[in-house]
């Protein structure tokens, strides 16, 4: 699948966003700016300049002057997409790769944060540095920014192991205020990773979007083939037909979906699973239906 540019990738995920998100999320949390139905925050003496709307009329005639209920205006949400833009992340079998999906979803998730009034940063590591780092900004050219430091990262990662825990220590030190952290990677067993994760979870609400491709779980039997490490380089000749490495290959997939599971389960992450050639909508907006934590005004 050839790469769309950014602005063909934000029109494409905002139409579907208008149609599949926006009623999934309508009502998850107070709007920014305040209206006839908000909830009040205090109740004071009305001001010249004050919305009338903000007056309470029976309240007024009791006190004998005229008041306002001032509608509390929910504080910006600050968030962070960490895309891991390595070799294995450039693997596609149904119509895209892991990270032109990857692509698609920050898409999706800088929509819905825009239409609230928050903002969203994007970073793309290659093998462990913050290589792209573009400023959370919640205008449409800063989602297409950050839509375009996902696409610029998909001609550029160098052969070798991602080192996928240094990219999120990097991200702690990064994202100082206390707000989201999206990290977007195929999070393979890795030392450290748990740690940095947990540690950044102090702070940030973290979202773990899992990106899979159906291949990478289930062989075809065709017999023999010759398969290559994209991240080291290295080959490998394996029987596709053989009944014992289908066993084999189905427990490893097995045991690193419970390990990974497991891991993010304890540092307290959303975790999300979206694979290419499906529908990613769903389990982001699932992921997005409990509010998250925000930093105070």
Known sequence: MAARSPEA???RVEFRVA????????????GRRPGAGSEPALTRAYEPGDDVRWVDWPLSARLGEPTVRVPEIEPVLTAWALVDASPSMTY??????KLQLAQEVVAGLATVLRRHGDQLGAIVTLAGDLDVVRPPRGDR????????A???GMHEAPPGRTDLARAVTG???????????????DFPRQDGLELALGTLARRHEVVAVELRDRRERELPAVGPVNLRDLETGERRQIDTADPRFQRRFAEVVA???QERAAMLARVGARHVIVETGADWLLPLARALERPMRRRAA
């Open 9 to 11: 990738v934000l029109r």
């Open 19 to 30: 149609r599949r998100l926006d009623g999934l999320l309508q009502g998850e949390r107070r």
């Open 92 to 97: 596609g079998t149904f119509a895209e790769t």
């Open 141 to 148: 050219r800063g989602v297409i920014a950050a839509i375009a």
């Open 150 to 152: 996902v696409r610029g």
């Open 171 to 185: 991200l702690g030190r990064l994202a100082r205020h206390r707000g989201a952290a999206v990290i977007l990677s």
């Open 255 to 257: 045991e690193a979906d």
